[in-house]
């Protein structure tokens, strides 16, 4: 079967899915504007796209699309229209459990600085702006005996929770299905109120956008500190980026945006936000996965066998 590959994928990964199918791969590694999706789609039995990828209801209803397979690099689809696809009998898969442990570690690494004010102090120095040692410099905020608040309770989630678990924090959580374990908070308002570290795990799309809004803000805590790892829709940046300034809450850790790669001008001036570039599962171990996974799903399906990991 032939197969289009959205971006270059590392090395094993290509080697593998060369090995199994007659694979073309984006040989200039940008992102694939429209018209190169369509002809995916018309060219290609199988497309394997990444998150840079708009998969819109258009695309999927193509006349003349011969793709049945999107195989996607990446756990969430937000970017995928899984509505169309079903309708038009096209089937998708994803790669859940390759980054778990990878958007776990930054949630904790995004926790860390932003509560230790690690990003604020390496500018500082790297400016030459440290005046040296002295005892109430850059004071930030323990995570030991605080309150994680989890807002979804999926793999990464509870990746995230065991983590700070170990840091010594009380962990909490809240899902649109009760999850019946222990920490679970009835609504999502009462978890931001207890919450000293509120993180996000809920996939994007319509039914997220701006779950946390200025009046969700308004809950937090004045000390609390807002972590991203999910998807940049989820927050309202505007309302966050102001909540940052009045220091209505204390701090946040980004690694994902509501237009990637445009970041609000307004959160970029804000010394106590972290931001990173979508860095979530940004490992060799884990991209590498990632791809094993894509290939495993696009492998089973040209054998008629049962699919790993199918969400349409
Ligand atoms: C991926 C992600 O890098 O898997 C996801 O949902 O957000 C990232 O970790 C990206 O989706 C690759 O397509």
Request: a negative charge; hydrophobic letters at 45%.
């Amino acid at each position: 079967p032939s197969l289009y590959v959205t971006r270059r994928l590392p090395g094993a990964v290509e080697a593998r899915l060369t090995s199994l199918f007659d694979a073309s791969f984006n040989p200039d590694d940008a992102p694939r504007t429209r018209i190169e999706l369509e002809n995916a789609m018309r060219e290609h039995d199988a497309i394997l796209p990444t998150i840079t990828d708009r998969l819109d209801a258009d695309l999927l209803a193509l006349p003349g699309r011969r793709a049945r397979l999107i195989a996607n690099f990446g756990a969430g689809v937000d970017h995928i229209d899984l509505a169309a696809a079903q309708a038009n009998g096209v089937v998708v898969t994803n790669t859940p459990d390759a980054l778990t442990d990878a958007t776990a570690d930054i949630a904790i690494l995004l926790m860390l600085m932003a509560a230790r004010r690690a990003g604020e102090g390496e500018r500082e120095l790297r400016a030459g702006r440290w005046a040296g040692w002295r005892p109430t410099h850059m004071m930030g905020q323990a995570m030991g005996g605080k309150t994680l608040g989890l807002v979804g309770y999926g793999r990464i989630a509870r990746a995230t929770g065991l983590r700070a678990a170990a840091f010594g924090m009380r962990v909490i959580h809240h899902s649109r299905r009760p999850s019946g374990e222990p920490g679970y908070v009835d609504t999502l308002e009462t978890l931001a109120e207890e919450a000293d570290i509120l993180s996000l795990h809920v996939p994007g799309g319509a039914g997220t956008r701006h779950l946390v809004d200025a009046a969700l803000i308004t809950r937090m805590k004045p000390s609390a500190i807002l972590i991203n790892t999910a998807r940049g829709p989820v927050v309202d940046e505007a309302a966050l980026a102001s909540a940052l300034r009045g220091g209505r809450i204390a701090a946040a850790g980004l690694d994902v945006y509501e237009r990637e790669p445009a970041v609000h001008p307004d959160l970029l001036a804000c010394e106590n936000a972290v931001l990173l570039p979508h860095l979530g599962s940004a490992t060799i171990e884990t991209r590498t996965a990632m791809g094993m996974q894509a290939a495993d799903n696009l492998e089973a399906f040209f054998t008629g066998r049962e699919l790993p990991n199918r969400v349409a």
